[in-house]
T-cell receptor, first 113, second 111 residues
Framework: GAVVSQHPSWVICKSGTSVKIECRSLDFQATTMFWYRQFPKQSLMLMATSNEGSKATYEQGVEKDKFLINHASLTLSTLTVTSAHPEDSSFYIC?????????FGPGTRLTVT | AQSVTQLGSHVSVSEGALVLLRCNYSSSVPPYLFWYVQYPNQGLQLLLKYTSAATLVKGINGFEAEFKKSETSFHLTKPSAHMSDAAEYFCAVSHAGKSTFGDGTTLTVKP
């Protein structure tokens, strides 16, 4: 079946630095990808919708200047957490939509120290 | 607008017993409904999905769910629990690829 990959699978960074997370659809083209965040012991919350070739649409309460999303091609979306702080530590999961299905990536665990 | 409510944040069953995890949804359009399982420190694994075909949906690992429009429910069941079923389970409703998740139910299986 179709696969969505994320890189890196885990990352530790220092407070104030920026971290980029990649989401790739490996065998299909995804015009739309989604970014979710999951805090420990909580559910997944949609952060933003990433559309190829256009600006991302952010959910209410998500800072677009802090979480930069770039969907530069039909198989790649990136999420950059800028000036990361410990409260940004979370599990970030992307999903990609094909005409027939939606597929979730394996997630990226971010720890900000 | 769409939303999901999972009744019971924790469910505990004995090995071999019936598993029932409850999910109610709200959607302004015909829903696509999903159940996912998540093991610690891992991503989501799709158990099954409802996409307006058969109301009784069979998934992996012996799980199944029944879509009941009149009750706006999509409860997940498994006749006989295994120890390996212990995990976090999420019900989700999706429209145009955008998913809204319930708060999750932690399933514990006692030997």
């Amino acid at each position: 079946g179709a696969v969505v990959s994320q890189h890196p699978s885990w990352v530790i960074c220092k407070s104030g630095t920026s971290v980029k997370i990649e989401c790739r659809s490996l065998d299909f083209q995804a015009t739309t990808m989604f970014w979710y965040r999951q805090f420990p012991k909580q559910s997944l919350m949609l952060m933003a919708t990433s559309n190829e070739g256009s600006k991302a649409t952010y959910e209410q309460g998500v800072e677009k200047d802090k979480f930069l999303i770039n969907h530069a091609s039909l198989t790649l979306s990136t999420l950059t957490v800028t000036s990361a702080h410990p409260e940004d530590s979370s599990f970030y999961i992307c999903s990609a939509r094909s005409p027939q299905e939606q597929y979730f990536g394996p997630g990226t665990r971010l720890t900000v120290t | 607008a769409q939303s999901v409510t999972q009744l019971g944040s924790h469910v505990s069953v004995s090995e071999g017993a019936l598993v029932l995890l409850r999910c109610n949804y709200s959607s302004s359009v015909p829903p696509y409904l999903f159940w996912y399982v998540q093991y610690p420190n891992q991503g989501l694994q799709l158990l099954l999905k409802y996409t307006s075909a058969a109301t009784l949906v069979k998934g992996i690992n012996g799980f199944e769910a029944e879509f009941k429009k009149s009750e706006t429910s999509f409860h997940l069941t498994k006749p006989s629990a295994h120890m390996s079923d212990a995990a976090e389970y999420f019900c989700a409703v999706s429209h145009a690829g955008k998913s809204t998740f319930g708060d999750g139910t932690t399933l514990t299986v006692k030997p």
